[in-house]
């Protein structure tokens, strides 16, 4: 999953759009979408940001909607407790059942309460595909530098994001040789094998961050890893196309000044 | 002046866990040749550069750099590494960026050269190893060669007198060997030395200058590739054996195919080239043979 995600990232329809662009579509976006309180707006920016994904970007739609699934599911389950209330007397509730001396129920103010919250939710967490699904890591970064976040953080995120991918290939080889002389052939064997992966990713992790050091160190490391970047230009049309989007997505909000229902 | 760019005196290194990987070893470096070291798995080959780099230290002797005995300080350092690079056999341990133009502009920009120059000069070194259009992929996306390539370019990037080669070829097929040793060709010819480890005696029989033999971590010869393959008995020793194109040379000698004073091919095109004009010369002769039938 994430390996398609990442792959997704340098592959798609809008990968050569510039990426200050992206960022602040996304950023103004998810912006707007948490900070003005409207239900409409939420679906609105629902909707947009899958139109971007599917049609702008060329992501397949099936692998976006799997995607959206996995927060939604979790989000589901936490805006029904939110949805529930629990209390004494019968209040204006939509639905209720009655346990002994309680009433379990749904107010139609929590309703509208935990509706917002999901679709806010899922408003950002599709903001934030947006914006993995068509922005490199590397590009990101070098945004976050622009922004002037310190070097420190940039440096930690270029080596985890490539050791995430180091290590993944490891432990896949590793699997790959265990099965392979039936290491995972009962829950015995199993646990067996498991312990020695982790064993041996633990040392191989050690001797590779070595030889790793060994090659900075060839390259004349002092200690600082350097970006650079190419200079990308500005799209006046897409800049305008999303003053455009994200200017409709505040006059709507505020128009509506609230709820769906 | 010295017409030795890198030099080995006598150097010793033993491993933590008490491996003596090199013994009294010396090699000296003739600038602008191509030097292959060969040896047997574990003589000591990445062992041996991992000194010329300045990476390990070793206990015993001293690594000389354009004359100048390495004090293994700050300056000394930078300026050997400056000068002297290394691609390691695993592109994997070398590559740490999210990017490949990123890790090519690695070590122009530790070099403290302006963005714009570390960007052209690593532009350049892409071009020159044919991974012009892999600039914003991620290293985690590469082939075997791809990223072999990339890691050539990096050291590339930092225009280094020296470079050194750990294994090139191992793990690569045909066509990209033969690419790879294209470009080591052509970085010869820009005036660059070269050192590379093998095990592979045919690559080391064509394309050496020069042939340091390694075993057990000390020097067992040295010499022409002429002059070290002629030596089988040593080859023998050093776990190698004769590169194929001499091998059907002698046979063809033994079997009086050719004449015993022709100069040995260096190569598979000399080789054929020989077997041709023997054949051409031995037409004369045909009905002479089937007279004897
Ligand atoms: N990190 C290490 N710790 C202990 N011994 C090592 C280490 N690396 C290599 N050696 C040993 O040092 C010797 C030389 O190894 P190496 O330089 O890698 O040989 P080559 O590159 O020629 O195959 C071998 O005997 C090897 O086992
Ligand atoms: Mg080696």
Sequence with gaps: ?261 | MNQYILEAREIDYCYPDGTEALKGLTMKIVEGQKIAVLGANGAGKSTLFLHFNGIMRPQRGKIIFMGKELNYRHRSLLELRQNVGIVFQDPDGQLFSASVLQDVSFGPLNLGLTPEEALARSKQAMLETEIEDLGKKPTHFLSYGQKKRVSIAGVLSMNPKVIIFDEPTACLDPQMTRKIMDLLYRLNEQGKTLILSTHDVDLAYSWADYIFLLKQGTIAGEGTPREIFANRELLRQCGLTSPWVMEVYRELVNGELLPENVPVPQNKEELFRLIRGAAASRTHFRPKIAGHR
């Design chain 1, 1 to 261: 999953m994430m390996l398609l995600i990442d792959h997704y990232a340098y592959n798609n329809k809008l990968a050569s759009v510039h990426r200050g662009e992206k960022f602040a579509f996304f950023a103004l976006t998810i912006t707007i979408g948490l900070v003005l309180p409207s239900t409409i707006t939420s679906l609105a920016i629902i909707v947009l940001m899958a139109g971007a994904v599917v049609f702008l970007a060329g992501i397949p739609w099936r692998f976006y909607l799997k995607l959206m699934l996995l927060p939604g599911s979790f989000l589901m389950i936490g805006v029904v407790l939110v949805a529930i209330s629990i209390s004494r007397e019968g209040q204006d509730f939509l639905w209720a059942v009655k346990l002994g001396s309680y009433v379990v129920g749904i107010s139609k103010q929590n309703l509208e309460h935990a509706i917002d919250l999901f679709l806010r939710s899922l408003g950002a967490v599709s903001c934030l595909y947006f914006l993995s699904l068509t922005t490199p890591l590397t590009d990101i970064i070098a945004i976050l530098k622009k922004l002037l976040v310190p070097t420190l953080v940039l440096e930690l995120m270029v080596l985890i994001y490539r050791f995430i991918f180091t290590l993944l290939e490891m432990t896949m080889k590793i699997y790959t040789a265990q099965s392979s002389r039936l290491g995972y052939k009962n829950i015995r064997t199993s646990y067996a094998s498991l312990s020695q992966l982790v064993l041996s990713l633990f040392v191989k992790s050690y001797q590779y961050s070595q030889t790793m050091y060994d090659s900075l160190a060839s390259r004349c490391y002092a200690g600082k890893l350097h970006f650079v970047d190419e200079r990308l230009s500005w799209s006046a049309h897409n800049i305008l196309l999303i003053i455009i989007i994200d200017g409709a997505l505040v006059v709507s909000s505020l128009y509506t000044g609230g709820y769906l229902l």
